[in-house]
């Protein structure tokens, strides 16, 4: 797939060969058409940055594959209009079932995150249908994605890289000015720019399969906990109505994976009546734990499964990668349009690689915990699992911590060079770094939230106070190229309305507070101050956009 501005003209992938010399170089070529690079492809076409897709398989995937979307993940995708759909496409789900031999739990996961965000839950959708959405959503801009095309080189110039990709046709080389390896975990791009792949490889193995279940009460998660460890279904509806993850025993591992095989080792899990048929696939894996040493070589960046992997547990790995997309979308965008320095582009590694490796550390932990086969946690796990887990999740605060940990709405970036907190410092609510919280307002008396008011593509700046708190002090022209907000617990013409002053509580702010923030686009806050200043923001932006861009690389 290529996007491209007005007059620039492509490069031939398909006329067999070397394209000889280069008549025209895009900004981004992105390797790998799954989730992450879709994702980020989305993210360039909507801010109208030149970019090519391209992906070594024929074709689409087919399976379930990843099947999780987080309530984080659903935020930084509506501004592109993608959440909506995905939502109608897939399963929510609210409620875990935790079996064990002698009770059954029933806990509810998401009800702390009812007035946190607008998707206050799991939702459950195959990897297959997710790309098949963003494709979709690509495609209505007259987009595709270059199909049988490996990469299988890459050489990088003071403003430029070069890349040779082989096609059905032979081979050719594209010019870009970046290069982002969303390749998965076998990266051709990460292999190409000599970074490392650190971490280790677990013993055990799993089965994975998409299939009918009879038995199971459907628009639920259910967990059986045993001695060999534990065996999930999670609802899923289409290619099949269950996705099943189990660790296959060690006795069974040489067995050949079968639907009947399958049911012989759910049935050392649970001793409910489960018939297991008709699958739509039906694999086995074994679990590593990695992530790349750099996240960036140059002018070539790695996100996603190139970047990390990790176990499933927690339904983590998708969703990181998807937001690694958003995060380097929009700096790769200010640099390719001159309204930023290179040196913007920094801020991604720094920011997402402690994201990657605190995500690593969360899931490790959970996965040793449910396959570990010490014989003293073999034999506490099914008999306190659903024992436990009422009394744990009792506590509000705990409930509430857990459903921002693994909805991803806790992630921060508080050491970023991006994050700054003004003077006067504000001295509650959520930092620079932290994400820009949700809340309901009206705008000329239309109900809507704060997160549909931002912009979806720019900065804004978002003023807060009485409504003559700031007569006269920020015209909208002093910001070009931002969007300018206000919010007010008094209502005004084109005013952010907060009649019951929650969004402003959740900024740490009373009704006659001022204070002011500028929210990144990809929802997170850059900076905060307390009162009606704005000479620290001006010197914040003017610390991070005045430098000039490097102009684009010539064609040779």
């Known amino acids: 797939m290529e996007h491209r501005p007005a007059g620039q003209r492509p490069l031939d992938l398909a006329s067999g060969g070397s394209v000889g010399p ?31 897709i391209v992906d070594r398989a024929p074709d689409a995937v087919h399976e ?6 987080q309530a984080r993940t659903l935020e930084v995708l509506a501004p592109l209009g ?13 409620v875990l079932l935790i079996h064990s031999a002698k009770r059954t739990t029933e806990v509810r996961l998401f009800e702390e995150g009812l007035k946190e965000t607008a998707y206050p839950f799991l939702l459950f959708l195959s990897q297959a249908k997710t790309e098949r959405i963003l494709l979709e959503r690509l495609a209505d801009s007259g987009m595709r994605v270059e199909r049988d095309a490996e990469l299988l080189r890459l050489s990088q110039a003071a403003s430029y890289v070069t890349c040779t990709v082989r096609t059905t046709h032979g081979e050719a080389d594209i010019r870009a000015r970046y290069v982002v390896g969303c390749d998965g975990a076998h990266s051709a791009v990460r292999h190409a720019a000599g970074i490392g792949f650190s971490g280790t490889a677990f013993p055990q193995n799993f089965v994975i399969a998409d299939l009918e279940a009879d038995g199971l009460e ?19 509806g289409s290619p099949a109505p269950w996705r099943l993850l189990a660790m296959v025993p060690k006795h069974d591992a040489t067995a050949e994976l079968t639907v009947t095989s399958v049911q012989a080792i759910v049935h050392q899990y649970t001793r409910d009546p489960l018939v297991l048929h008709d699958p739509a696939w039906l694999t086995g894996f074994s679990v590593q734990s990695r992530r790349a040493d750099r996240f960036r070589a140059g002018r070539v960046f790695l996100a996603g499964d190139a970047a990390h992997i990790h176990s499933p547990a927690g339904a983590q790995g998708m969703n990181t990668g998807i937001q690694d997309a958003v995060n ?41 915990v449910a396959t570990s086969s010490n014989p003293v946690l073999r034999y506490v796990r099914p008999r306190v699992a659903a024992a436990a887990a009422p009394a744990v999740l009792r506590s509000t605060v705990v409930r509430k911590v857990g459903f921002r940990v693994i909805s991803q709405l806790s992630i921060r970036y508080r050491n970023s060079p991006l994050s700054a907190e003004g003077r006067p410092r504000l001295r509650h609510g959520p930092h620079a770094g932290d994400r820009f919280p949700d809340a309901p307002v009206t705008v000329d008396g239309v109900r809507s939230t704060l997160h549909a008011s931002l912009s979806a593509t720019r900065f804004d700046v978002l003023l807060c106070g009485p409504g003559d708190s ?14 300018l907000a206000r919010l007010s617990a008094t209502e005004a ?11 402003l509580r959740r900024l740490g702010l009373g ?8 929210i990144r686009p990809d929802g997170y806050i850059g900076y905060r101050a307390r009162g009606t200043d704005l000479g620290g923001l001006r010197a914040y932006l003017r610390s991070l956009f005045d430098a000039p861009a490097p102009p684009p690389p010539s064609p040779r």
């Not at 980020?40 to 109208?48: K, P, V």
């Not at 379930?64 to 979307?69: E, G, M, T, V």
């Not at 013409?493 to 002053?501: A, M, N």
Request: hydrophobic residues 45%; charged residues 15%; aromatic residues 8%.
């Open 22 to 52: 280069v008549e025209s170089v895009v900004d981004v070529l992105i390797v790998g058409a799954g989730p992450t690079g879709l994702t980020l492809a989305a993210e360039l076409c909507s801010r109208g940055v030149s970019f090519r």
């Open 64 to 69: 379930s594959r990843a099947l999780a979307i």
């Open 82 to 94: 993608i959440s909506p759909e995905l939502v109608a496409a897939g399963d929510p789900a609210t």
């Open 218 to 236: 459907a628009g639920r998660l259910h967990a059986y906990v045993g001695e060999p460890g534990m065996v999930f279904f999670f609802p899923l």
């Open 328 to 368: 380097l979308g929009w700096k790769l965008a200010m640099v390719c349009h001159g309204l930023a320095p290179a040196g913007l582009l920094d801020s991604y590694e720094r920011e997402r690689l402690p994201v990657a490796g605190a995500v690593l550390r969360m899931t490790n932990r959970a996965f040793r």
């Open 470 to 483: 700031w007569t006269g002090r920020a015209p909208a022209d002093e910001w070009p190229g931002f969007r």
């Open 493 to 503: 013409p084109g005013v952010l309305t907060d009649p019951t002053g929650q969004a």
């Open 511 to 518: 009704t006659q507070d001022t204070a002011h923030y500028l």
